[in-house]
């Protein structure tokens, strides 16, 4: 009796560490309600036990991601698709923030294979960073992948001058207007940090969209579309913390 009440009272306080952890008691979130992705990295970079880190995803497990998106019947759409669509049920956006080559290297073999598209943010003077080329860019843009843009060095915008932000804004704008040779209607904000001020920058610049690093999906009407949030799909993530991402929207309390 006694060995059968301490498994009883072992098992409580395993669920309900379980549950301190993690959103299990949260309920799932409707399909009919769009999920907006943030990645960063796809790349292996040799660490042990191929596992992911921050803002690195291994390609492992982005395929993995991608083919249990797809297996399940969403359809893939850009950031301008999401905002134009009538009809959100099961739709998902995959976004790409910075504008890594291994965008182009290691996701985009990954995301044709699923027949997905995505959107990809370009700080194109960011310091410290392999980033896409131009050949890259125009070819990944020619294939139907949407380039947003993510200010030209990635400034904090809370603590630059306002003149600064917007020109910074502005220029990351045109810069990718340029790459492209495309129209950019989508902004992310850099680091996710960002004032009213900064919404209304935006706004004056002419773009219609602007992702945020906000951990929640996206509702399905009454959204501000210039305050988008997205599912961080951070590289440390298994993939029980995957599923309670995309069900609940964050899979920690």
């Not at 009919?32 to 803002?55: F, T």
């Not at 893939?76 to 009809?87: C, P, R, Y």
């Not at 950019?184 to 219609?208: E, I, N, Q, T, W």
């Amino acid at each position: 009796m006694v060995i059968f009440w301490a498994a009883g009272l072992v098992t409580v306080l395993l669920l309900l560490g379980l549950l301190a952890r993690y959103n299990l008691w949260r309920l799932p979130v409707s399909w009919r309600a769009p999920r907006i992705l943030m990645y960063h990295r796809i790349a292996d970079d040799g660490l042990s036990q191929n596992k992911g880190e921050g803002i690195r995803t291994t390609p492992e497990q982005f395929a993995w991601q991608m083919g249990w998106l797809a297996r399940r019947g969403v359809r893939f759409v850009t950031i301008s698709q999401l905002m134009a669509a009538t009809n959100c049920t099961k739709l998902v956006a995959i976004t790409f923030d910075d504008g890594y080559a291994d965008n182009f290297t290691t996701a985009w073999p990954t995301l044709k294979k699923f027949n997905a598209t995505a959107t990809i943010y370009l700080a194109p003077h960011m310091p410290n960073i392999e980033r896409l080329t131009p050949v890259m860019i125009q070819e990944m843009s020619a294939a139907g992948i949407e380039f947003g843009a993510h200010t030209m060095s990635h400034v904090h915008l809370p603590s630059t001058n306002d003149v600064i932000a917007m020109q910074e804004i502005t220029e990351s704008k045109q810069s990718v207007e340029r790459l492209t040779g495309r129209p950019c209607s989508s902004f992310a904000y850099p680091y996710g940090k960002f004032l009213d001020r900064h919404v209304a920058m935006v706004k004056a610049a002419g773009f219609a969209s602007a992702v945020t690093t906000k951990k929640r999906v996206l509702p399905c009407t009454r959204f501000d579309a210039w305050r988008l949030p997205r599912l961080s799909m951070v590289g440390q993530m298994n993939r029980f913390e995957f599923w309670l991402t995309i069900t609940r929207g964050r899979y920690r309390v």
